[in-house]
């Protein structure tokens, strides 16, 4: 709705919108924001699973600690490579 990042959006909200995102666009690909996969690399597997169930053509994962910090400010951190490659598998 033209807000900025706050996290106040929940996995379960993200899905309902990816399934009337996909549902409206029918045969367009689109591609959903996970965030962090909201949690360890067992949530990323269900954010990754969710949003292939709803339509989406791909999702985006981050790769910042929670809580995390907006792309452009200061203080950020990464998640250990280690917790990254679980992620992916």
Known sequence: YGYPDCQLVSYQEMLTSAF????????????GDGDTGYGNAVNVKRTVRG???AGLAGVMIEDQVAPKRCGHT??????SREEAVARIR
């Not at 009337?20 to 666009?25: D, E, P």
Request: proline share 5%; net charge positive; with cysteine.
């Open 20 to 31: 009337n995102i996909c549902s409206a666009l029918r045969s367009t690909p689109c591609i």
């Open 51 to 53: 949003y292939a169930q």
């Open 74 to 79: 200061r203080g950020k951190a990464v998640v």
